[in-house]
């Protein structure tokens, strides 16, 4: 059974710094790959980032965090990670890790997310 289970949200204000981690059961990060969305009050789910089964050498990020995140992954602990530079008030939402989209373990589960509120 896929379970996911994020942490580390909170509030900052702009141009701080978070760092959230993921922990899953049911599937290796390694086997297949991470991902991180979010979901802002309103809005649809958007992706953020993809650390695929090859590591740090194989990132992909959404424009809008381009730059300012940063996706990684703990093999040994089956954890990933997503620091977040440079924070902006548009990056207020709620944020939810899984397995790499196409994969056989994505959209298997939802963790609770971890709420990252970005203000004055």
């Known amino acids: 059974q896929v379970q996911l289970v994020e942490s580390g949200g909170g509030l900052v204000q702009p141009g701080g710094s978070l760092r959230l981690s993921c922990s899953a059961s049911g599937f290796s990060f390694t086997g297949y790959g991470a991902s991180w969305f979010r979901q802002a009050p309103g809005k649809q789910r958007e992706w953020v980032a993809t650390?695929?089964?090859?590591?740090?050498?194989?990132?992909t990020y959404a424009d809008p965090v381009k730059g300012r995140f940063t996706i990684s992954r703990d093999t040994s602990t089956n954890t990933v990670y997503l620091q977040m530079d440079s924070l902006k008030p548009e990056d207020t939402a709620v944020y939810y890790c899984d397995a790499a989209p196409g994969t056989w373990a994505f959209n298997r589960s939802r963790g609770q997310g971890t709420q990252v509120t970005v203000s004055q």
């Open positions: 650390i695929s089964i090859h590591g740090s050498r194989m990132t």
